[in-house]
């Protein structure tokens, strides 16, 4: 199990996707997040939880592409 954590930057810039959407996501416990003191940390377990790879045929909705 990898216990490395990024920030909230990190993880916008790895999903190349801005703050706010990291942080709403975490907001609707979407995507796992701790506190350290005032910063917030992602996990890359809880980032590899989040994303999930589509399967042949199955149906995307607009709003779940970002």
Partial sequence: ???TYLTVREVSERL?????AIYNWIAEGRLKAIKVGKSVRVSRASIEAFIQPI???EQIEDEELG
């Fill in 1 to 3: 199990m990898d216990d």
């Fill in 16 to 20: 190349r996707v801005t703050r706010q």
């Fill in 55 to 57: 399967k042949p045929g």
